[in-house]
């Protein structure tokens, strides 16, 4: 499983299509572990181009702070889960806490 979170500064950025980079977390479900990270750089922020470029790099979850309605139905068209609320943290403590169901997704930051 592929867990992406949009980070800057190694930390969760608030706002989805206009984050630094993509931290790409890999995640072994039996369990419950981390098997290693890479982070990338989003192309260009155009409506509809981050959830394809997220789904061709294998994202199974999404967690963010916010996100716009049209990327997250795209995301739920093609099936990958969206966590949204999510505190400003690391990607590794975001991934524990959504792997060990204690993730707490709050307000969506995202007002678009």
């Known amino acids: 499983m592929i867990i992406a979170l949009p ?3 190694g ?3 608030t706002h989805f299509g ?3 980079r993509f931290a790409l977390v890999e995640v072994n479900e039996t369990d419950k572990s981390i098997v290693g990270i890479t982070e990338e750089a989003p192309p260009p922020h155009e409506p509809g181009v981050l959830p394809r470029w997220l789904r061709e790099r294998g994202a199974d979850v999404i967690i963010a702070g ?3 309605e049209r990327a997250h139905q795209l995301f739920a068209r ?3 889960e969206v966590v949204v609320g999510a505190p400003a943290d690391t990607p590794e403590n ?4 959504y792997l060990n169901g204690m993730l707490e997704a709050g307000q969506n930051a995202c007002d678009h």
């Open 66 to 68: 916010g996100m716009g």
């Open 94 to 97: 975001l991934v524990a806490a």
């Open 78 to 80: 093609d099936g990958v």
């Open 18 to 20: 206009h984050c630094e």
């Open 7 to 9: 980070i800057a500064d």
């Open 11 to 13: 930390m969760l950025c």
